[in-house]
């Protein structure tokens, strides 16, 4: 009966101290920032607004991102909205996919990319974001999904 009663006492301790190792030792995810940049209308798509953007790994590990054939094109999902009140409405995306790869942004780099949004949508709300990749120290990968702080387009 003692001997019943102490392990009912531990069993909470046993399932936590495993779970403590196993966080202290995985890798946390790194700080990565997505900012957009000053709006330019596009002179060769008319209708076209570009935002240049910056896409920085503030983490001491490298990371990486898709792109489609040049680092400056990656696969983001935008985002607009009318008014802070309103739902988000997803922008189509126009990329087949063929030519991807990945970019890696070295710990404490950044990279200059464009995101676009039709010029229709003038006075509402933007926001773009992509996913990075990055590998933990099992070597195992995993994703984190980086936003841009909302922006008006212009």
């Known amino acids: 009966m003692i001997c019943d009663c102490a392990f009912r006492r531990m069993k ?8 403590m190792l196993v966080s202290a030792c995985s890798t946390p995810a790194p700080k990565v920032q997505l900012t957009l940049g000053t709006p330019i209308h596009d ?18 590990q490298p ?13 983001y999902s935008a985002y607009t909205r009318s008014s802070p009140l309103s739902r988000w409405k997803p922008l189509p995306y126009a990329m087949c996919g063929v030519g991807a790869t ?3 942004i070295a710990p404490s780099a950044s990279a200059l990319l464009v995101a ?4 229709h949508d003038a006075g509402h709300e933007y926001r773009a974001q992509l996913s990075i ?4 120290s099992d ?6 999904l980086v936003r841009s702080p909302n922006t008006i387009i212009r």
């Open 12 to 19: 909470p301790l046993l399932v936590l101290v495993p779970a």
């Open 43 to 60: 002179k060769e798509v008319p209708g076209l607004v570009d935002f240049p953007a910056r896409l920085t790994n503030h983490s001491q």
């Open 63 to 75: 990371i990486w991102y898709k792109g489609n054939i040049v680092a400056w094109m990656p696969y």
């Open 102 to 104: 990945d970019f890696e």
């Open 116 to 119: 676009n949004a039709p010029l």
């Open 133 to 136: 990749h990055y590998k933990t």
């Open 139 to 144: 070597g195992r990968t995993k994703w984190l």
